[in-house]
């Protein structure tokens, strides 16, 4: 062997793989300080982390907007700080966390460019109380809903604070967002706050899962100086789509069979996490893009006393899946072989186990 070429082709590949590797992930780790942040009216750029939404001064307002859309079907993670000022008897108004359909600021003053912006979802930090809308009397958090901030028509109601956070410090704020449980924590100083559980993609914005997010912050007589630092964003971009390499895409149309060796089970529930959603991503989308085809799900078991019963169970499970994100349910055939077939010792020997879900696509009888 020429040793000296092999290592010309080997290194450039093995460089490549090492670097974009992160991009298999369906949740992206986002370099904040690289982000294009657009500002809108009184927000300004403080440094590469950093941003004013508002001096301190009457009548401001200004809002950030991540350049893209983000994807609400898949986890997101934000770690951040906000400064909601110094004043605390003359203070106002907070800062509100949005997602959005459109890029636009609400109204100023109590509005804390949120006011009205409507389909949407905001999460404030109200440092002024406003009796007309039901404000407790200490600055507070909540949940809003299409641009409304009267507390007494949104169902999830206010938190009042135990200590004022117009202390001129900053504070960290923590949002997680699990799309599996439609569950979104909201923690403030380390303190877990809210637990807001709601398929937003749904009941708010109509079906559609590509969202923008920003920050906006406004205030009105009264008036303090509102800021955002950033620490860590964890999401994923809308428009990633994950498929099958065209290896296995050819492989299935030749009539081979094709192990989804990421799926990952609780006894016959499949488990959502990260490998396995970008796995299910896959396969519903060559589905998609082979319509007129047919697919059997074989489901191998070997680590079980039921393997036959568990293994139809979780091949089961996967049609159900599929059929939900709206596969049709003729074009999918469960069935459960229990520990009949082992792999090769070749597989074994790559870490690869027996029990797998194994696929097989054919084109239907006329």
């Known amino acids: 062997m020429n040793y000296q070429r092999f290592y010309l082709y080997i290194i450039p590949i093995l460089i490549f793989s090492f670097l974009y590797t992160p991009l298999l992930c369906q949740e992206v780790s986002i370099n904040s300080a690289a982000v294009k942040f657009e500002t809108v009216q009184d927000a300004t750029k403080i440094d590469e982390y950093c941003y004013q939404l508002t001096g301190n001064k009457e009548k401001a307002g200004g809002a950030l907007w991540y350049p893209e859309t983000i994807d609400l079907r898949e986890d997101f993670f934000m770690d951040l700080n906000l400064f909601l000022g110094c004043d605390d008897s003359l203070g106002a108004d907070g800062i509100v966390l949005m997602f959005c359909k459109n890029k636009i600021l609400g109204g100023k003053g109590a509005g804390m460019g949120y006011l009205n912006l409507k389909p949407s979802l905001g999460i404030e930090f109200d440092t002024y109380q ?37 202390d001129c410090d900053y504070h960290s704020v923590v949002l997680e ?144 899946f599929l059929v939900d994100k709206g596969i049709k349910e003729d074009r999918l055939i469960p069935k459960g072989v229990g520990s009949q077939y082992v792999r090769s010792m070749r597989d074994l020997k790559k870490g690869l186990s027996n029990t797998r879900i194994e696929i097989y696509l054919f084109e239907p009888l006329p």
């Open 130 to 166: 406003n009796i007309q809308f039901g404000d407790p009397q200490e600055d507070h958090i909540a949940v809003l809903e299409n641009g409304a901030i009267n507390h007494r028509a949104q169902l999830y109601k206010p938190i009042a604070l135990e200590k004022n956070i117009e």
């Open 177 to 320: 967002w699990n799309a599996t449980q439609f569950l979104l924590t909201i923690t403030l100083d380390g303190k877990q706050l809210i637990q807001y559980e709601k398929d937003i993609i749904q009941k708010i914005f109509g079906g559609a899962h590509r969202v923008y997010w920003g920050i906006s912050a406004a205030t009105g007589s009264d008036h303090n100086s509102h800021k955002v630092c950033f620490n860590n964003l964890e999401m994923t971009p809308a428009g990633i789509i994950h498929q099958f390499s065209k290896t296995v895409e050819n492989k299935l149309k030749r009539g081979n069979f094709i192990a989804l060796d990421e799926l990952a089970f609780n006894g016959d529930d499949l488990i959502f996490n990260t490998t396995t959603k970008v796995e299910l991503e896959k396969l519903l989308n060559f589905l998609k893009n082979n319509n007129t085809k047919n697919l059997d799900i074989f489901s191998h078991v070997h680590d079980s006393t039921d393997d036959e019963n568990l293994s139809i169970r979780r091949a089961r499970a996967l049609k159900n």
